[in-house]
Structure formats: C-alpha cells, structure tokens
C-alpha cells in the first residue's frame, strides 16, 4: 500500500490557497482585494483573513472561488487539503500512537 508522505517529499511545502491567491490570481484578475471580497459576497475580513492564513478556505468560500475564477470548488478544496494535511504531518507528533493492525485487533 502506497504511503500519503511517499507521494509527497516531507519538506516541501505545498502552496497553500492564500499564496496562489495573493500572488498570482488575483493580481491576474486585475481586481482590488476589495472588489473580489464584493463579488464573492463576502466581507473584506474574510477574505483578508484567508489572504494572511488566519483562516483556511472553507467549503463555502471554495465554492465562490471556483465559481469566480472558473476553476471549480474542489480545486480550492483539494488545494487547502494538501496544505492543512503537509502542516499535521509537520507539527502533530503521532510517534506515541500505535499503528493497528489486523494482528493487533484479533490479538485484543
């Protein structure tokens, strides 16, 4: 079985949503800030909060997104998935947790 960390090198970081956001989208848009805060329909906290990675981008704001910028709700899902996943793996400390396995759980 395929491990999740071995399709991914551990010390690279995925780009998070908020860089592709800040750095390429919307400059490319040729909008504010605050006229894509107007046309997703949301305050322009909330999307300042997803800009500076106080907030990730949740189901709903994916969906406004993909809808915006023509690219579909699950590319900006998946896109903060593999980030949110890359930071667990970075920062939870899971070596005291026991792996089960079908040997363990008949052996209970």
Known sequence: MVNRQSLRAKNIEPTPPATLLTEIVIPASGCSKTEIAKRLGVSRQTLYDVLNKKNAVSPDL??????LFGNGTGFWIR??????????????????????????????
């Open 62 to 67: 994916a969906a406004r997104l993909g809808k």
């Open 79 to 108: 896109m903060q998935a593999e980030y949110d996943i890359w930071k667990a793996d970075q920062n939870v400390d899971v070596s005291h947790i026991e792996t089960l396995t079908i040997e363990t759980l008949t052996a209970a």
